[in-house]
């Protein structure tokens, strides 16, 4: 049921297709990526992250609050828009009382540009994605001390004393490690431009070949691989790990139209997140 795929040095898994349920696991983080279908093995995850409000994003969230009661586990983050926080958490109040126990969340409502602490060491930033409603997505980098370029060449020895001295010899950069953008326009690159260098960039590309309008694909908010193509050269990304592709094509199709219609020097990068073969799961 499970796709599980690698993209640089992290393992995604979980199910994604267009309008019926997109959730994914990024396991190095321990980050469920929306909540759209509730696995066991997804259930774990102590930060979750809602990119909008649709059902296809969110819907089973409370199916895997369920589970983390089952196993004992603690009231998990959710980060979600601010728009939909106050409505999510008067649902699962009124489902807590349907079910006569408690769908506990430690809920984070965020805007484009907040910023959270996940671990001493990585953090997350919020980004506006261009969808039908409020919707938001997330990029999760490090803050690593790095040498200032003007003591770049100074040996071992004299940087050790220098530092013993208190001169400040280091500057705060920012990695920039995993991006997650679904139901979004494609000008959320130009919008968020740090996506386009982004180590693993998880994007949307809902529609495939002329099947679909570019004109359609906008109206429901969301990207078409024609546009996707002609900016190709843009992403300098290690890995392009593409999901929530419509069930209008059976999984081998989706593999083999995007081996066929993309750049070598993209599909060489290119992650699809879809079953290699067989039909979509459930
Ligand atoms: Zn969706
Ligand atoms: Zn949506």
Redesign the pocket.
Known sequence: MLTTVKAGPYTISGVSIA?IHTSLLVRELGVLLDAGIALRSLAGAQHVFL??G?A??LGALVSLLGMRGLMRLPPPRVFLPAEIAANTEQALALLSRVQRHEFSIRSEPMSPGDERALSPSSSVRAFRTH???P?LGYQFFQRVPKLKREFSDLPGREIAERRKRGDDLFEIEERHELAYA??TLLRVIDTMPSLLDTRVLILECSFLDERKSIESTHA???IHLDELLERADDFQNEAIVLMHFSQMYPPEEVHRTLARRCPKALWERLVVFAPSKGHWPG
């Open positions: 309008g990119s909008h649709h296809d994003h969808h039908t409603g919707s679904t139901d429901g908010g969301h």
